[in-house]
């Protein structure tokens, strides 16, 4: 079951979801196989810590992640990835890495990259490893309102 607060979020919102269960998968590449949605819809949530802030990132599924690239997104030189025992207590109704990327509901800011804006819908974990929501992109935009960044190799 998606995290409660989650789709009690989304059916407040009237927003259209859907929940698709697949098997238990840890990776967003193994979630979007195991769950048949395409990978250019699929999206990973990472928690970065940019200037020693907690922040949220939504990323392609198929973004390798290169701090690098990710420093020069955000024009700052200290940003690294969260471990989970900084991030585990952030999102007590999800499963340790399976946090969907509405950092809002758990009081973080949300940053996207902008290449997930070019796909009318997206699919990301919903704070289970077995478990995945697919929505319209816009409807999210418009929930979450977050900043956008832009991932240049």
Known sequence: MPAQRLTEFLDNNNVKYV???HSMAFTA??????AHVPIKEMAKTLIL?????????????????DLAILRD???????????????????PDCEVGAMPPFGNLYELDVYVAES??????????AGSHSEVIRMAY?????LVSPSFIILES
Not at 29 to 34: F, Y
Not at 116 to 125: G, R
């Open 19 to 21: 929940a698709i269960n």
């Open 116 to 125: 997930i804006t070019e796909h009318p819908y997206f699919a990301f974990t």
């Open 138 to 142: 816009k409807d999210y935009e418009h």
């Open 73 to 91: 997104a955000f024009d700052t030189e200290n940003v690294e990835l969260a471990s989970e025992q900084e991030f585990a207590r952030l999102f």
């Open 49 to 65: 810590k940019i200037d020693n802030e907690t922040a949220m990132a939504v990323l392609p599924a198929a973004y390798k992640i």
């Open 29 to 34: 590449l193994e979630i979007a196989k195991s």
